[in-house]
C-alpha cells in the first residue's frame, strides 16, 4: 500500500523536532528511499533485499534488547518489532509510547502477529529508570 506523500526527505515534514533532545544520539537511520514503494520497518526496505544497516549496528555495539516506540503501531511500528525479532534481538513494543492507524482492523491484527513472533507488549511505566 502506498500512503500519501509523508516524511519525504529532505523537507522539514521528515526531520527531527527541533524539541527532542538526543544529546547521545550515534546514528540516524533513513528509510523509505525507494520512490514507489513504502518502507516500514528501520531493519530492512519493504522490498526485503535492503538492509538500512540498523541490526549491524547494534549487534556491533553488544545490544540485544530492542524498545520500540512512534507511529503506527500497525505498520511502521510492528514491522520494526518483527524484523528486530528475525534479526534475533529482544523486542518490546511499548504501547502507550505508540499510536496506531487501524484500518479495518489492521492494529489488533499487527499485535497478533507481533505476538505470534515473540514481541512483546509492555507500559512505559514497566521500565524501570535510574
Given at each position: 500500500m502506498l500512503w500519501p506523500d509523508h516524511c519525504v526527505q529532505g523537507t522539514e515534514d521528515a526531520g527531527l523536532s527541533k524539541?527532542?533532545?538526543?544529546?547521545?544520539?550515534?546514528?540516524?537511520?533513513?528509510?523509505?528511499?525507494?520512490?514507489g514503494m513504502d518502507s516500514y520497518s528501520a531493519f530492512e526496505e519493504a522490498d526485503h533485499k535492503t538492509a538500512t544497516g540498523l541490526a549491524g549496528y547494534l549487534k556491533a555495539r553488544g545490544i540485544r534488547t530492542i524498545f520500540v516506540t512512534g507511529i503506527a503501531t500497525d505498520f511502521c511500528v510492528a514491522w520494526t518489532a518483527m524484523d528486530a525479532r528475525k534479526a534475533g534481538f529482544e523486542t518490546y513494543v511499548i504501547e502507550d509510547a505508540t499510536r496506531g492507524i487501524d484500518l479495518n482492523g489492521s492494529l489488533a491484527a499487527a499485535w497478533k502477529q507481533m505476538t505470534a513472533k515473540g514481541v512483546k507488549r509492555i507500559q512505559s511505566r514497566d521500565i524501570a529508570t535510574g
Open positions: 524539541e527532542l533532545t538526543v544529546p547521545t544520539a550515534q546514528l540516524v537511520i533513513r528509510k523509505g528511499f525507494h520512490q
